[in-house]
């Protein structure tokens, strides 16, 4: 059965749009850890948007389960992860105008720098993940710059805009799941991922772990964050 990480960096973009010390995202992980969660996924950005460095280190004393710190590939966050030393860093594409995170990294271009990035974190102990777009090109560089694991980038899949282009990109992740695992590379996937759509893609199978964080919060207002959970779970699970 596939695993369920919870993204809590909405619980602290909802915190810091007033300032204050609430929503609390370390209450917010140990609920989600109480509901089932296998691990609790943030992202640390080089403008703090959401979640503080703070959070980090009070979350790291405090996940029960698996902590994975998604960041950008620079010096600054490689030295704090080295600190910090979550189970899991994946790393990820960084644009401060963007919303959110917007596709996967261009390993291929920047495989050199990944790949010092990626020897500096598992010399620390780190499990290393790619968030990467489901592209043959990319799982290969990823495999060959020493990646313990790719995230697939499922955010065309979830945006498709009617059943056919839908269809393409399910097709595009399930190839993707396969070259990954032909090459010993774990697979996650994330990005765009809902109550509608996430049976689709775990489905597929071979897919480890599935973090999930809007959609989940999204729902969590209106049924609380225990039966969001609960219910997302359940659908990763036994898809």
């Known amino acids: 059965m596939a695993r369920l990480g919870v993204n809590i960096d909405h619980v602290a973009t909802l915190r810091q ?18 509901a089932g969660a296998d691990g609790i996924t943030i992202h640390l950005r ?14 790291r004393q405090t996940v029960q389960t698996r902590l994975n710190l998604e960041m950008a590939a620079t010096e600054e966050m490689i030295a704090i992860a080295l600190s910090v030393k979550p189970e ?33 974190l598992q010399a620390g102990g780190i499990i290393v993940s790619l968030f990467i777009d489901p592209d043959p090109d990319q799982i290969k560089v990823a495999n060959k710059i020493g990646a313990d694991y790719i995230e697939i980038h499922t955010g065309s899949f979830a945006e498709a805009k009617n059943w056919k282009e839908e269809e393409l990109e399910l097709i595009k992740i399930e190839n993707a799941v396969k070259l990954a695992r032909k090459l010993d590379l774990g697979v996650n996937a994330g990005h765009g991922l809902n109550y509608t ?43």
């Open 88 to 120: 899991a860093c994946t790393l990820v594409p960084e644009k401060r105008a963007e919303l959110t995170t917007e596709g996967g990294l261009d390993v291929r271009i920047h495989q050199e720098a990944l790949k010092v990035a990626i020897e500096k």
């Open 197 to 239: 759509n996430v049976k689709k893609v775990a489905a597929i199978g071979g897919i480890e772990e599935f973090n999930i964080g809007h959609s989940i919060m999204s729902r969590a207002i209106m049924v609380g964050l225990d039966r969001a959970v609960r219910d997302m779970s359940e659908l990763v699970r036994y898809a």
């Open 17 to 34: 749009a007033r300032g204050g010390t609430e929503p609390d995202p370390v209450a917010a992980a140990a609920i989600a850890e109480f």
């Open 46 to 59: 080089e403008d703090r948007r959401h979640i503080q460095d703070r959070d980090l280190k009070i979350l």
